[in-house]
T-cell receptor, first 111, second 115 residues
Framework: QKEVEQNSGPLSVPEGAIASLNCTYS??????FFWYRQYSGKSPELIMS????GDKEDGRFTAQLNKASQYVSLLIRDSQPSDSATYLC???????????FGTGTRLQVFP | EPEVTQTPSHQVTQMGQEVILRCVPI?????FYWYRQILGQKVEFLVS????????KSEIFDDQFSVERPDGSNFTLKIRSTKLEDSAMYFC?????????????FGPGTRLTVT
């Protein structure tokens, strides 16, 4: 059973701080890694994708991938109250394009 | 910016009834998906669809489920005889290309309530 694990949180950070979200996955054959943001009652919104080891930056977001350790993380710099949401880690791998999701980490950014 | 659309936003149905959930994927996308999310649980893959046929389906996607692309724009999920446990958010997603290096974009979802 291929699994994606996330700490459910909530992760509480003050406005302006860096939020660090982590995800581990069980399938070593996983190839593509995604972070989605999901506001309560809404659909997943893609914010980052990463395919190779290292860091990938997009604005205030940085995704980090370490395939040897089978983890992927998301850093949010200068966190804003509007970043408060559940962040879903999703993985594809092997010969499939289906997304396997973690349960998500709830982030709370307080003023 | 192109987006995936879904109708209806909320569907209430009685157990045993048939429902059809509709999706319009992003226009130049070729791969289509259905996922569901039971309240408080993780998003789960149901089925993927390419070139007018199912490319992969999960254990959840049993004989009561079917998918169809009836025309050049719509993509539908039919649940033939709904059960209470089918109550969930159903999300349609689309991707420009499959393989493992292309992003999937989700529609706003249909909340299905089975009573």
């Amino acid at each position: 059973q291929k699994e994606v694990e996330q700490n459910s949180g909530p992760l509480s950070v003050p406005e302006g701080a860096i939020a660090s979200l982590n995800c581990t996955y069980s399938d070593r054959g996983s190839q593509s890694f995604f972070w989605y943001r999901q506001y309560s009652g809404k659909s997943p919104e893609l914010i980052m994708s990463i395919y190779s080891n290292g860091d990938k930056e997009d604005g205030r977001f940085t995704a980090q991938l370490n395939k040897a350790s089978q983890y992927v993380s998301l850093l949010i710099r200068d966190s804003q109250p509007s970043d408060s949401a559940t962040y879903l880690c999703a993985v594809t791998g092997g010969n499939t394009d289906k997304l396997i999701f973690g349960t998500g980490t709830r982030l709370q950014v307080f003023p | 910016e192109p987006e995936v659309t879904q109708t209806p936003s909320h569907q209430v149905t009685q157990m045993g009834q048939e429902v059809i959930l509709r999706c319009v994927p992003i226009s130049n996308h070729l791969y289509f998906y259905w996922y569901r999310q039971i309240l408080g649980q993780k998003v789960e893959f149901l089925v993927s669809f390419y070139n007018n046929e199912i490319s992969e389906k999960s254990e959840i996607f049993d004989d009561q489920f079917s998918v169809e692309r009836p025309d050049g724009s719509n993509f539908t999920l039919k649940i033939r005889s709904t059960k209470l446990e089918d109550s969930a958010m159903y999300f349609c997603a689309s991707s420009l290309l499959a393989g493992e290096t292309y992003e999937q974009y989700f529609g706003p979802g249909t909340r299905l309530t089975v009573t």
